[in-house]
């Protein structure tokens, strides 16, 4: 079964924010924090630790 990325994201991130409760403050801050990331020059070294 194959599930797009942003769907199993969107459904984990619904169920940790039910369950864990965090402050509005840090989901803004660890979402801003990612996609900032993500097209940062650090992104080809985060794709190969990931991998």
């Known amino acids: 079964m194959n599930v797009p990325l942003w769907l199993a994201l969107l ?12 402050p509005w403050w840090l989901v803004a801050v660890l979402l801003l924090g990612g996609y900032l990331l993500a097209d ?3 992104a080809p070294v985060i794709d190969t630790t990931i991998k």
Do not use: C, E, M, Y
Request: hydrophobic residues 55%; charged residues 15%; aromatic residues 0%.
């Open 40 to 42: 940062s020059l650090l």
């Open 11 to 22: 459904v984990v991130g619904g169920l940790g924010i039910k369950l864990i409760r965090p």
